[in-house]
C-alpha cells in the first residue's frame, strides 16, 4: 500500500494544485502497474509556517514523501521515484521566486512495522 505525502507552502497560491497533482501521481502509479487505485493513500499539507535558507527572499517547496513496502528491486524503486520526480516537477507553475522540488522515496519495512486498517462503506 504506497503513500504519498505533499508538503507545499502557501506562497505557491495559484502557481501549484495540489488536489490536482496527487491525482496525477495517483495515475502514474497505477498506470505503472505498481498498484491498485484502492490500495494509494495521499494527503497534501499546506505549510504555512516555513523557512528556507536564512528567509533573505522568499522561497517556496513542493516536498513529496513516497513510502513503499521493501519488496521491489532497487531499479524498479529508482525508476519510480524518478518518474514521480518529473511528474512532480511538471505540476509546478511558474511563481516569481525559487521553488525547491524534491522527492524522497522511504520503504516501509513489514517486519518493523505494526499497521491497522478498516473500511467502512456506508452503501
Not at 496525477?24 to 505498481?34: D, E, P, Q, V, W
Not at 524522497?104 to 462503506?121: G, N, T
Amino acid at each position: 500500500m504506497p503513500h504519498l505525502m505533499l508538503e507545499y507552502t502557501d506562497n505557491l497560491g495559484e502557481a501549484f494544485n495540489p488536489r490536482l497533482t496527487l491525482f496525477k501521481l495517483h495515475k502514474s502509479l497505477i498506470n505503472a502497474h505498481l498498484c491498485e487505485a484502492d490500495e494509494l493513500k495521499s494527503r497534501a499539507i499546506r505549510v504555512h509556517d516555513h523557512l528556507i535558507g536564512d528567509g533573505s527572499r522568499e522561497q517556496g517547496f513542493v516536498h513529496l514523501r513516497f513510502a513503499e513496502h521493501a519488496c521491489r528491486d532497487e531499479d524498479s524503486k529508482r525508476n519510480t521515484m524518478e518518474s514521480l520526480h518529473k511528474e512532480l516537477c511538471g505540476c509546478v507553475g511558474n511563481p516569481p521566486f525559487p521553488v525547491q522540488i524534491t522527492t524522497e522515496a522511504i520503504e516501509l519495512q513489514p517486519e518493523a512495522r505494526r499497521y491497522l486498517k478498516s473500511i467502512r462503506d456506508v452503501r
